[in-house]
């Protein structure tokens, strides 16, 4: 046996491939054909013409990878390609189009058959209708073993320990059929049955067929009685309910069954010279493309990183490297996307071209600005119907709450400077609320603003409980109002709670000061880090009707300093959001315990507030619609809570997460938070603020045009570049009255040149 992991530059010479799916099929090729003096043997345990699903999508991108490693197989696929550019969304009667989005597709068996012949050419033993040995057994006689042994991997449970799986099931029934005639574009078609929402995804894959899937939540699937009923009849029901989608026509079945879709994450790829790949390593839900496509790719960058690296070990290192990201990257859109579907039914009272538009962008993948590119009629046509005037990017269409009409979309999300002396702001706060002012966005935001000294977070947190305080920042607010008019600003007003008398950020994020701590106030006796943060004392009803107070006084002085509109900040594990999660309200008295309970002591505080408030201005509360924690606050929790303030005068949810207990887990990405918002924002018809990783332009306008949000705040990107709002405007050659430049400022309004880069080559030839 000669092993790659001592240097031999030949690589592995003797390969043992588990499972005969196009990954193991192309990844043994692949190998074959580089090395033809290596042994390799690929078990399967099915026959050969033994395949389950009907067609198979791969993206142009994956089929020139496929041409530069083996133009043989290359060839052989183009003669079978299906192509299309259109995707039909169907939804209550109408049907939208959409062009130019480019898919090719051909039959899984077809496939299969053409990588078995390519195998065969090169070499490689098949051994079909065999269970392959275990991993463990294999490793010990060959130099690599790969893994394409699928979503159900016997390697990758064998060997948890090493691989260090984590498989979560969703809130779908599935079901891979097929109908015998081709659909003229992708399709995606609701159906609003007495059951609950249906939905069918379906493409062709051949000139005389179409994958057909059929998808709805668990409790529809129940409620239509396809638990108790077979397959056969499961495929009639399923045709009556699409047949206007399928021209009366049959589905058919290839040993179909209903499924739930997992999602597969593992810690590592490798366990030794064993190795994962395809579904085996992730899966990525069918909505966004076909898994084929992921395991051909790591197909294609496993033989490379073995070619390219001097030992086995290093090369299964960078194929992980290599592959971790992009793998990752499209599970995020995956998710996003497996989650819409799931959320089906709270988007179908949307306008048809706005559903259209939201299922499009579902993954964040397509993007405002990309499906402009693609189908500039269909995009225009989204845009009318969301109301942007002629010419108008969607961020910029105004928006007005009670009294106040804000110019565009855009907010520069609270962000907590820690640069106070008693409370009072300065001219450092002036200077940075003023630039973002002067920069465009419809609406800035102070940081959170405390109520009381023993409310601050930090010594350099600002306030509103002395006179001092309220005349610092009547100077800000007329310096917004008469430096950049129509910018509104507002104010967010909140209480520390346990998280309170702490360093500064930078000195060390929630550390509790060194000296001149000052007691803490909670919903109940539990402190943020146990063991390094201070104990906080749970309010009595003293104590909670001085705090309301402490909300009631700062709420007259910030109407006294001129604000546009008042934020209750119910988020991040301060104080009011100290009631409203379970994790950290455990009292047993009208305050806690139930939902209704946790929100009593916040809607008091919003009730008091409210009052006070001038009746045109509008009122915003701030929540985290998830702790990111077991047993934490949920999404349906989420939605209550915005439910109740909203019924209690609430003009819009401002919708974050997380930040409340220590041991959260975000899954961080692109616009991460906002399916919470989303969720909210479709549920309950209200208006929501959608904040977290929200950085371009085209973010906001898909957001916004998909009616997943109706303002977007940001916080770093306009830590980066105060004036965001006004450079996505040229960006967007936008120069109408949603973002006017500064008067001072308007010679800036184009991009500076650069250095020149047109200069007329030299000619170096004759010709």
């Known amino acids: 046996m000669t092993a790659s992991g001592t240097g031999d530059p030949a690589g592995p010479h003797r390969i043992a491939v588990i499972g005969g799916g196009p990954g193991g099929l192309y990844a043994a090729a692949l190998l074959k054909r580089l090395g033809p003096e290596r042994e390799i043997t690929l078990w399967e345990r099915n026959a050969p013409d033994d395949t389950f699903g009907f067609g198979v999508v791969l993206s142009d991108e994956t089929l020139g990878g496929i041409e530069h490693a083996d133009p043989t197989v290359h060839r052989a696929l183009q003669k079978e390609f299906v192509r299309w550019d259109d995707i039909d969304i169907v939804h209550r009667g109408h049907t939208q189009t959409s062009g130019g989005h480019g898919f090719a597709a051909l039959g899984r068996r077809r496939l299969l058959e053409i990588l078995h012949e390519r195998c065969a050419s090169l070499g ?46 969703h809130r779908c029934r599935y079901i891979w059929l097929a109908a015998d005639f081709a659909l003229d574009a992708f399709r995606f078609e609701t159906a609003e049955t007495a059951y609950g929402v249906m939905q069918l995804h379906g493409y062709p894959f051949s000139p005389d067929a179409s994958t057909v899937i059929v998808e709805m939540r668990e409790e529809v699937w129940r409620a239509a009685g396809f638990d108790t009923c077979g397959t056969a009849e499961s495929i009639r029901h399923c045709a009556t309910v699409f047949a206007g989608a399928l021209g009366g026509r049959p589905l058919r079945s290839n040993n179909s069954s209903w499924l739930t879709f997992s ?74 996307s497996l989650r819409w579907f799931e959320e089906l039914s709270t988007y179908v009272d949307q306008p048809p071209r706005q559903f259209a538009f939201n299922l499009l962008t579902r993954s964040r993948r397509v993007t405002h600005d990309n499906l402009r590119l693609r189908d500039s009629s269909f995009t225009a046509a989204v845009e009318e119907e969301f109301g942007c005037p002629p010419g108008t990017p969607p961020m910029f269409t105004p928006l007005r709450l009670r009294g106040l009409e804000l110019r565009n979309r855009v907010v520069v999300s609270p962000m907590d400077m820690y640069s106070a002396t008693d409370g ?14 002067l920069g465009g966005a419809g609406l800035v935001m102070t940081e959170m603003v405390c109520v009381s000294p023993e409310g601050r977070i930090t010594p350099g947190c600002t306030g509103l409980y002395t006179g001092q305080q309220a005349a610092a920042w009547r100077r800000i607010t007329d310096f917004v109002h008469t430096g950049s008019p129509g910018t509104a600003i507002g104010v967010q007003l909140g209480h520390s709670g346990r998280k309170g008398s702490t360093k500064l950020m930078w000195d060390g994020i929630d550390q509790p000061l060194d000296a001149g701590n000052w007691p803490l106030a909670a919903a109940s006796p539990i402190p943020y880090a146990p063991g390094t943060s201070q104990v906080p004392q749970a309010l009595d009803q003293a104590g909670l009707d001085t705090v309301r107070g402490q909300f009631a006084d700062a709420a007259r002085r910030a109407d006294a300093c001129g604000f546009d509109l008042l934020e209750l900040h119910c988020a991040h594990g301060y104080l009011l959001s100290g009631f409203l999660s379970p994790l950290t309200n455990r009292r047993t008295d009208r305050y806690g315990g139930s939902l209704e309970n946790r929100l009593r002591f916040p809607l008091e505080v919003f009730d008091t507030v409210r009052e006070l408030w001038p009746d045109d201005r509008p009122m915003t509360v701030r929540i985290s619609a998830t702790d990111w924690a077991e047993g934490g606050t949920t999404a349906e929790d989420a939605v209550g809570i915005a439910r109740a303030f909203v019924a209690h005068g609430a003009d819009a949810i401002d919708v974050s997460t997380g930040q409340v207990v220590p ?77 006017p430049w500064p008067l001072p400022y308007r010679a800036g309004s184009r991009t500076p040149p650069g250095g020149r880069t047109d200069a007329p080559k030299p000619r170096l030839t004759l010709g």
């Open 124 to 169: 490689v033993r098949l051994r079909f209708r065999t269970e392959a040995p275990p991993a463990a057994e294999l490793a010990a006689s060959h130099d690599l073993v790969i893994a394409a042994d699928g979503v159900h991997s016997a390697t990758r449970e064998a060997h948890a320990g090493s691989f260090g799986p984590r498989v979560s099931d």
């Open 263 to 336: 999602t597969v994450v593992n810690a590592h790829w490798s366990h030794g010279n064993t190795v994962l790949i395809g579904d085996a390593a992730h899966t990525a839900h069918f909505s966004i493309g076909s898994g084929t496509k992921l395991a051909v790719e790591d197909a294609l960058a496993l033989a490379a990183c073995i070619e390219e690296q001097p030992g086995l070990p290093e090369a299964l290192a960078a194929y992980e490297s290599e592959r971790r990201p992009v793998v990752e990257s499209t599970q995020r859109a995956a998710s996003a």
């Open 424 to 437: 009072v702001p300065g001219d450092f706060h002036l200077v940075h609320l003023g630039a973002r002012a």
């Open 663 to 739: 041991g959260e887990r975000p899954e961080f990405g692109r616009s991460y938070q906002t399916p919470y918002a989303d969720r909210i924002r479709n549920t309950l018809c209200v208006p929501v603020i959608a904040v977290g990783a929200i950085s371009s332009w085209d973010d906001v306008n898909s957001l916004l045009l998909a009616g997943r949000a109706d303002l977007c705040a940001l916080a770093r990107p306009h830590l980066y570049d105060p004036h965001w709002t006004l450079h996505a405007a040229a960006d967007q050659e936008y120069a109408g009255p949603g973002a």
